[in-house]
Antibody, heavy 119, light 112 residues
Framework: EVQLVESGGGLVKPGASLKLSCVAS????????MSWVRQTPGKTMEWIGD????????NYAPSLKNRFTISRDNAKSTLYLQMSNVRSEDTATYYC????????????WGQGASVTVSS | DVVMTQTPVSLPVSLGGQASISCRSS???????????LHWYLQKPGQSPQLLIY???NRFSGVPDRFSGSGSGTDFTLKISRVEPEDLGDYYC?????????FGAGTKLELK
């Protein structure tokens, strides 16, 4: 069974940094592009970015590129999202997803990690 | 960014009835390779989103044939026939023809 389990969410102050993790199981992690998507409390969905199966290439939504970094450790089957200089508008549930051949086709989602940015 | 406009925002339906959700894009979603990257997701209450339809009309594994996707260019539709209780939730369209991928605002399918 394919599973993606995020962790690392919580309450953080504006300007702080936070790193989310996503542990994958049930499939060969190193065969897949992976991505992060977030959903605000108002239910707005936003694609954050993705990373090639070998970690050699990343893409980011332009609005987030300067503050968010996606990385992976294939030996640990783990995907990461480093968030820096967080703002209140980063308050959201962050989902780790598996991409199926094509960007935008996300055939597996984690349960989500909740991040709240507040002083 | 490509703006995805979903209508209606809320869609009351009766069990066993039919539902139709529209998704319109601010630009054509036909890629230079000829493919159209428009996908549909369902988020059931309290759950993560799940893939329903990819590239306009391809049902993902395990998705019942009650779900069908159609459309071209800038105008797309998701139809659900014989609505069942497990179909209730928030439906989102997503385009990935243009970078960055962008979602519609969602349509809430609820009981009438």
């Amino acid at each position: 069974e394919v599973q993606l389990v995020e962790s690392g969410g919580g309450l953080v102050k504006p300007g702080a940094s936070l790193k989310l993790s996503c542990v994958a199981s049930g499939f060969t992690f190193s065969d897949y592009w992976m991505s992060w998507v977030r959903q605000t409390p108002g239910k707005t969905m936003e694609w954050i970015g993705d990373i090639k199966y070998d970690g050699s290439y990343t893409n980011y939504a332009p609005s987030l590129k300067n503050r968010f970094t996606i990385s992976r450790d294939n030996a640990k089957s783990t995907l990461y999202l480093q968030m820096s200089n967080v703002r209140s508008e980063d308050t959201a549930t962050y989902y780790c997803t598996r991409e199926r051949a094509t960007r935008g086709v996300m055939d597996a989602w984690g349960q989500g990690a909740s991040v709240t940015v507040s002083s | 960014d490509v703006v995805m406009t979903q209508t209606p925002v809320s869609l009351p339906v009766s069990l066993g009835g039919q539902a139709s959700i529209s998704c319109r894009s601010s630009q054509s979603l036909v890629h230079s390779n000829g493919n159209t990257y428009l996908h549909w997701y369902l988020q059931k209450p309290g759950q993560s989103p799940q893939l329903l339809i990819y590239r306009v009309s391809n049902r993902f594994s395990g998705v019942p044939d009650r779900f069908s996707g159609s459309g071209s260019g800038t105008d797309f539709t998701l139809k659900i026939s014989r609505v069942e209780p497990e179909d209730l939730g928030d439906y989102y369209c997503l385009q990935s023809t243009h970078f960055p991928p962008t979602f519609g605002a969602g349509t809430k399918l609820e009981l009438k």
